[in-house]
């Protein structure tokens, strides 16, 4: 449930909540108080719940591959527990460019390489010669220390200037 009130743009209700897990809204009830006595920041309004911070760790890598290496990067990442909430580059002209990219398991990972692939849109990397960012959340900063270390391992992170 943290992870779809993570991902989710707005107000999640309890009776969608619900419906998605196939559970009674009195049980929704039960997990978030579950979630909130974990650390979990979450607002109940009249539109549904809100998370408002994580007590995930959060960290940005700063990577440079090729396209090909593109899904490799994403499946090491989620492998190790992570999250890559976003990719963004610095452009000389626009300056920083980002999306949002809620990316936790493989199946996200599948689906948006099948996007990539498809002709749909095109990697922002793309236009930074292969340098982008991602910020990635994990459940502690030991985590993220183990994502920051394959990804180094397999030369995804980019070179300090």
């Known amino acids: 449930m943290a992870h779809l009130l993570m991902s989710s743009q ?13 559970v009674s809204r009195q049980v929704i009830v039960q997990d978030i108080s ?14 549904g719940y809100i998370l408002r911070q994580t007590p995930l760790a959060e960290r940005v890598f700063k990577v440079r591959h090729t396209t090909g290496q593109t899904e490799d990067e994403l499946n090491l990442i989620v492998d ?29 990972v599948r689906q948006f390489i099948e996007g990539v692939r498809s ?6 990397m793309n236009i930074t010669g292969g340098y982008h960012y991602h910020t990635v959340r994990a459940e502690s900063e030991e985590a993220l ?12 992170i980019a070179p300090e200037k």
Do not use: C
Request: charged share 20%; proline share 1%; no cysteine.
């Open 145 to 156: 220390d183990r994502i920051g270390r394959a990804l180094e391992k397999e030369n995804y």
């Open 10 to 22: 707005g107000p999640v209700s309890g009776g969608e909540l619900a419906a998605r897990f196939g």
């Open 80 to 108: 190790l527990g992570g999250m890559v909430m976003d990719v963004f580059v610095w452009h000389r002209v626009y300056g920083k460019v980002q999306a949002k990219l809620n990316i936790f398991s493989r199946l996200h």
């Open 119 to 124: 002709g749909q849109s095109t990697e922002l």
């Open 34 to 47: 579950l979630l909130k006595a974990a650390g979990f920041e979450i607002l109940s309004t009249h539109q």
